[in-house]
């Protein structure tokens, strides 16, 4: 065999091997899978720890949040009526309480995994002089909060009771002497000049009254106060002392028409695992 011959039988040798690799490569070596699609349904409350995590998650499970973020109630809603969703983090433990009782969640898997407490969202430059819940009840306050029908709004509304019955009534043994907390739910709601459809819009409202002039001050999450200083808002936070304060208590789920029930406990399991409960902590949940 001459040295033309031996190079044309070495290149055909090579090129059957290299087409044999390329078969066995391509019957077990796929491309990579497109990321499979989770449905998560959030309070609105949670948008920026949520934010926090996505990339890291989908990165870890080849995944795609999508998230819908509104008030719980609303996103009840939703789901009662057949909205595609996955997974169900509310600011009110009622609502995944009410799935499961329902027969709509996945295995009746709900758990609470964490809490949240209100605090005064005050203008800026303060143009009220609001110093004290107190002041909220003067006459010519300009107060926005939740809709009583969205956990926000809910909350702050007990909150407001528990103000009146524990400093505004005089055979409480927390009774305030100066009588500034006398019938200071009729007052606190007498200066109430819009209800939100959710607690990130009550932010809003007052953050923007620097321009607008609309409002003095809203009652919002202790969250909300605690992402205000990290990002270096302009407003105030008045905090609410725990005697008088409510604990909201948040739940969440995996709903009863989840096609990703493995991927959607992964994600769920997040919440109630270290790092997931140091990231609540960071923005202000669960203290």
Request: hydrophobic share 40%; glycine share 8%; proline share 4%.
């Amino acid at each position: 065999m001459n040295k033309k011959i031996l190079a044309i039988t070495l290149i055909v040798i090579i090129a059957a091997a290299s087409a044999a690799s390329y078969m066995i490569y391509s019957n077990y070596a796929s491309p990579p899978s497109e990321p499979t699609e989770l449905r998560v349904f959030i309070a609105a409350s949670l948008t920026y720890a949520v934010q926090n995590m996505t990339q890291q998650f989908e990165e870890a499970y080849n995944c795609k949040l999508v998230i819908n973020a509104a008030s719980s109630g609303a996103l009840y809603t939703q789901i009662t009526e057949g909205s595609p969703c996955d997974v169900f983090m509310s600011a009110d433990n009622k609502w995944t309480n009410q799935l499961k009782t329902n027969g709509l969640l996945y295995q009746d898997n709900a758990v609470d995994f964490t809490s949240n407490r209100m605090a005064v969202i005050i203008a800026p430059g303060n143009p009220a002089g609001i110093t004290s819940l107190a002041d909220l009840a003067k006459p010519g306050v300009k107060i926005v909060i939740a809709a009583p029908s969205v956990p926000a709004g809910n909350y702050a509304n007990k909150t407001i009771w528990k103000i009146e019955s524990t400093w505004g009534n005089p055979s409480s043994s927390s009774y305030v002497a100066s009588g500034a907390y006398v019938n200071y739910n009729a007052s606190i709601y007498s200066n109430v000049k819009s209800y939100e459809t959710n607690v990130e819009n009550v932010v809003g409202a007052v953050a923007l009254s620097g321009q607008t002039g609309l409002y003095d001050a809203g009652i919002v999450y202790t969250s909300d106060g605690v992402y205000g200083a990290l990002t270096g808002q302009p407003t105030e936070f008045l905090s609410i002392p725990a005697e008088v304060n409510l604990k909201a208590t948040y739940g969440i789920a995996v709903t009863g028409s989840t096609s990703q029930s493995e991927l959607a406990q992964k994600f769920m399991d997040y919440w109630s695992s270290e790092q997931g409960q140091a990231l609540l902590a960071y923005y202000g949940f669960g203290i």
